[in-house]
Nanobody, 129 residues
Framework: QVQLVESGGGLVQAGGSLSLSCAAS????????MGWFRQAPGKEREFVAT????????RYADSVKGRFTISRDNAKNTVYLQMNSLKSEDTAVYYC??????????????????????WGQGTQVTVSS
């Protein structure tokens, strides 16, 4: 079992920045990918970014490319999401997720929520225009 706890959400004006953190605990040594997803009211959960835990390669949704940066600190078992140039359409609950099944998969295949095994409780990000 892996436990994930997000933090860092809040209210920010359009054009501003926020940094989210996701601390993992438990059986983290078998983690292959960590991802960020978001869900706005009335919408489906959507992919934001993912990172390969060993090696650090990354992949982003087109909607956040160039504005968001995912990173990780293996020693702290923590993944981060730096969000810059925020827009009102970025308003959502942001979730981090961990995958422990897809060793050897290409990062391009890791944008689906079903690929992940464990989820955090989410943190609200609200961008005011």
């Amino acid at each position: 079992q892996v436990q994930l706890v997000e933090s860092g959400g809040g209210l920010v004006q359009a054009g501003g920045s926020l940094s989210l953190s996701c601390a993992a605990s438990g059986r983290t040594f078998s983690t292959y990918f960590m991802g960020w997803f978001r869900q706005a009211p009335g919408k489906e959960r959507e992919f934001v970014a993912t990172i390969r835990w060993s090696g650090g390669s990354t992949r982003y949704a087109d909607s956040v490319k160039g504005r968001f940066t995912i990173s990780r600190d293996n020693a702290k078992n923590t993944v981060y999401l730096q969000m810059n140039s925020l827009k009102s359409e970025d308003t959502a609950v942001y979730y981090c997720a961990a995958d422990q099944r897809h060793w050897g998969y290409t990062i391009a295949t890791m944008s689906g929520a079903a690929m992940y095994d464990y989820w955090g409780q989410g943190t609200q990000v609200t961008v005011s225009s």
